[in-house]
């Protein structure tokens, strides 16, 4: 298309892992950017990323730096987004927040573009992308919502070690050398960087992500119950989760009970999750064949398999959905909710 707007991007948190898939993405997909400007905080400033064969000098994010930004990418953190995203939005900027900062927020659509992609039409200048745990449960359970009506969902994450930063993914290698040399494991970031006790997370599983609330749930199983709710649009949800972190670098697994509403027949559950957008089903007993995070590494999809029929609950399922947290849930669902507005401008 020869006369199709061209749009001056930004990304903040250019140099986290997310930040970093975010600037593929835009390669890979050739996002109709004019101008790219890649923000982070002073330690990055001033380092160089090259994108599409041109030299970026990164800056430190101010609230200047949105002058003449059509559309930004956020993945900073909470605080970032609440300092920069009200000034990007005073200069017009269309924001799109991996961060909780606005999730829950009455006035910003918080966004799973195969769920509620026309929410992003209301939107006062702010869109949310929700946890990535939450994108691929509510992606793969929607059809069966849609078909049957959804009442319970009981969630257990095993979430990568990449969900909590760069930093924690040279942590969990730098423990697994020491633990494999025989040598004293020093835990360092894990589970929570700003809290003084620190776990192991090599050749162990930790059931803590994020802080906990007074109710006993940690912040990171509250954005769960609380993101499904809103996106599905359905508060009566009964939705329950316990996140655990795993030694694993990429990719989010998900078992999941699902209580539906109405009688169902397990092929045709199968069939509506197999033709579901961006959901691939992996579901062959016989073959060995079910999700595999290490498969579901570096792709877009979420993969969905074991899906039966509870043995106590006739009306309710088991499944296990797997998806690269960076990609689909974060990076790849921020650049779709991106793409989506440049299409609706163009
Ligand atoms: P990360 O690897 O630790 O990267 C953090 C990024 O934020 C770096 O680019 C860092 O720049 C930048 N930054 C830090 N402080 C800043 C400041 N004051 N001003 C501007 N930039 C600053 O973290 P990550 O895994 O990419 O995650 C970043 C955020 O994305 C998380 O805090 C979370 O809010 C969100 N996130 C969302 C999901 C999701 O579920 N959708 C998943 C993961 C993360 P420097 O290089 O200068 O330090
Ligand atoms: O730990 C994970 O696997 C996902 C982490 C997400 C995360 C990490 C730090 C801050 C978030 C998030 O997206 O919910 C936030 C946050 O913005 O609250």
Known sequence: MSNQKLFNVAVVGA???VGEQIIRLLDERNFPIQQLKLLSSARSAGKKVTFKGQEITLEEAKPESFEG????????????SRALVPEAIKHGT????????????????????????????????VIANPNCSTIQMVQTLKPLYDRYGIKQIIVSTYQAVSGAGASAINEMLRQ??????????????LPVGSLPKKHQIAFNAIPQIDKFVDNGFTYEEMKMINETKKIMGDESLQVTATC???????????????????????????????NAPGIVLQDNPEEQLYPLATEATGKLETFVGRVRR???????????????NLLKGAAWNAVQIAEYIAIEQN
Not at 176 to 189: F, H, K, T, Y
Not at 247 to 267: A, N, R, T, W
């Open 310 to 324: 509870d043995l106590h609950n006739p009306r309710a399922l088991n499944m296990w959905i797997v998806s690269d």
């Open 69 to 80: 930004v059509d559309i930004a990418l956020f993945s900073a953190g909470g605080d970032v």
């Open 176 to 189: 697994s050398r020491e633990a494999l040399e025989g040598n004293d494991v020093n835990p360092d970031i």
């Open 15 to 17: 140099t986290g892992a």
């Open 244 to 274: 655990v972190r795993i030694p694993v670098v990429y990719g989010h697994s998900e078992s999941v009970y699902v209580e539906l509403k109405s009688d169902f027949d397990i092929e045709e559950v199968k069939q509506l999750l197999a």
């Open 94 to 125: 269309v924001c799109v927040d991996n961060t909780s900062a606005f999730r829950m927020d009455a006035e910003t659509p918080l966004v799973v573009p195969e769920v509620n992609i026309d929410k992003v039409n209301d939107h006062k200048g």
